[in-house]
């Protein structure tokens, strides 16, 4: 009955015309400021590189609920999942994702939300699903809700679509690899790995199945808890740093989300309140 529902559900979008965003939404802006604490931790300049990016995701990708709806607040946070990782790569592009299918929560590997086996929070699509994304809406919005658990399972996929770019997900993604840091790299995996297989290590076992799980898992970790894992983990820290482009130990992650009340300064900088310039969508209201 799933397959059923989304061939139909796939069918009926694929008639729509898909609407191109040109300019950046206030009212996203503003989820991004109250959900994404990396946004906030950017420069002016670069937060609006981080939009631009976040419309080009958007006006790319479609995404698709499976029983559940999508809400901005789901594009935002799932646009956000694919940027953090490249974003220190203006060129790139996700050119193997046409679909993101966000399901309500756990899934088994026949994509059922109901009955035995629902243990799968994300997947990268193959076979008869190549160019899809599955992701879990509860566990895309734990992830940005938890920011010190080390976790991400939107982070952690798209992690695994970088790593695809080259043609296999194997813990190597030879696209933003330099050639020196490949043996270094898969070294410094082993013994990690042997460290989490004789539970002498604070890195998510789930690490431990194998190199590309553990590329995944540790990437979450250096961009949720940098600090954490340059003092845990120095080494690890260096080589993704370079492999990144990234110093993220740089960035201010440990600041609150922010809160925007009716008189603070409205997130668009027009100087206003929030109330009397972009609040006046998010209230719902007019205000002369």
Known sequence: MLLIFYTYNQFT??????????????????????HVT?????????????????????????????????????????????IIPIFQ???????????????PSHFNHQFETSGEGRR??????????EGK?????????HGFQNETDKKNTAIHEFI?????ADGVIDGVPNIIFEKQYIIPWLDLINKKIEKIYNGDSDIN????????????????????????LESKHPQLYSLLERIFKH??????????????????????????????????????QVIG
């Not at 790569?89 to 399901?103: G, I």
């Open 13 to 34: 979008k694929n008639k729509e015309r898909k609407k191109i965003v040109t300019t950046f939404p206030s009212d996203r802006r503003i989820l991004l400021i109250k």
């Open 38 to 82: 990396f946004y906030n931790s950017l420069s002016e300049g670069e937060k609006d590189r981080f939009e631009n990016k976040i419309l080009e995701f958007l006006n790319e990708t479609r995404i698709t609920g499976i029983k559940t709806s999508v809400e901005p607040l789901d594009e935002i946070l799932i646009a956000s999942s694919a």
């Open 89 to 103: 790569f203006p060129d790139w592009q996700y050119t193997t994702l046409n679909e993101v299918l966000l399901y």
């Open 120 to 129: 799968i929070l994300g997947m990268v699509g193959s076979g008869y699903m």
């Open 133 to 141: 994304m599955v992701l879990s809406k509860e566990a895309l919005r």
């Open 160 to 164: 695994h679509l970088i790593d695809k």
């Open 205 to 228: 076992p789930y690490g431990g199945t194998n190199k590309a799980e553990f590329f995944s898992v540790i990437c979450e970790y250096f961009f949720e808890r940098p600090k954490l």
């Open 247 to 284: 110093d993220m130990t740089s960035r201010n992650l440990d600041q609150s989300k922010v809160e925007i009340g009716r008189n603070s300064p409205c997130p668009c900088n027009s100087g206003k309140k929030f109330k009397k310039c972009c609040g006046r969508v998010h209230y719902n």
